[in-house]
């Protein structure tokens, strides 16, 4: 079984729509991390959260908001949906293992709005 | 937000080639990740480097975290059909743990 798994991995939505996507991982990590990816551009951070009651910004939080329900939960909601948040969108967890940083993906989850 | 700077953008090559790319930033970073992304799919880890001058061998891959914290570089030894696929390097800053992502190379092996 996948360690990090996102539910949908496809949404087509239309605009106005409030949607969710969920993100759950068994590696037993405090950190998570929503990114979207877009063509050309990368990833960015949308949200992170340390542990359970601990949530931050990232640089694109504006339109969307998380939720952290247990240490192995987040979620991503789009409260209104938009044409320009089409993207894959990536969950991660992070392990600091002493030595640095080191984060892992899920699968991603492709959204369409229309 | 900090990019970092990722070489090449794309790179076509013959299978049995090897591949070298790299990544460079302005700031220092502590901690280099090199991630590949096929296709669907989420970006999986390859290597890890923590220290500077650190040079990491994973089979037919080898890394290396420059010695002035701003650089990595990747090669990839003897390529074949299924290497192709989105390359990315990542960093991390300070005690800051957030990674700054490089925008990928896009590889292409024929064979």
């Known amino acids: 079984d996948a360690d990090v798994t996102q539910t949908p991995r496809n949404r087509i939505t239309k605009t106005g729509k409030r949607i969710m996507l969920e993100c759950s991982q068994t590696?037993?990590?405090?950190?998570m991390y929503w990114y979207r990816q877009d063509p050309g551009l990368g990833l960015r951070l949308i949200y992170y959260?340390?542990?359970?009651?601990?949530?931050n910004k990232g640089e694109i939080s504006d339109g969307y908001s998380v939720s952290r329900q247990a240490q192995a939960k987040f979620s991503l909601s789009l409260e209104s949906a938009i044409p320009n948040q089409t993207a894959l969108y990536f969950c991660?967890?992070?392990?600091?293992?002493?030595?640095?940083?080191?984060?892992?993906f899920g699968p991603g989850t492709r959204l369409l709005v229309l | 937000g900090q990019q970092l700077n990722q070489s090449p953008q794309s790179m076509f090559i013959q299978e049995g080639e090897d591949v070298s790319m790299n990544c460079t930033s302005s700031?220092?970073?502590?901690?280099w990740l090199w991630y590949k992304q096929d296709p669907g799919e989420g970006p999986v880890l390859l290597i890890a480097?923590?220290?500077?001058?650190e040079l990491t061998s994973n089979g037919r891959l080898t890394a290396q975290f420059g010695i002035t914290r701003k650089d990595s570089f990747l090669n990839i030894s003897a390529s074949i059909p299924s290497d192709v696929g989105i390359y990315f390097c990542?960093?991390?800053?300070?005690?800051?743990?957030?990674?700054?992502f490089g925008k990928g190379t896009l590889l292409t092996v024929n064979p």
């Open positions: 959260s340390f542990d359970v009651k601990d949530i």
């Open positions: 590696k037993g990590h405090d950190r």
């Open positions: 480097l923590y220290k500077a001058g």
């Open positions: 990542a960093g991390v800053r300070g005690s800051n743990y957030k990674l700054t």
């Open positions: 700031s220092i970073f502590n901690t």
């Open positions: 991660a967890t992070s392990d600091t293992t002493g030595l640095g940083e080191t984060q892992y």
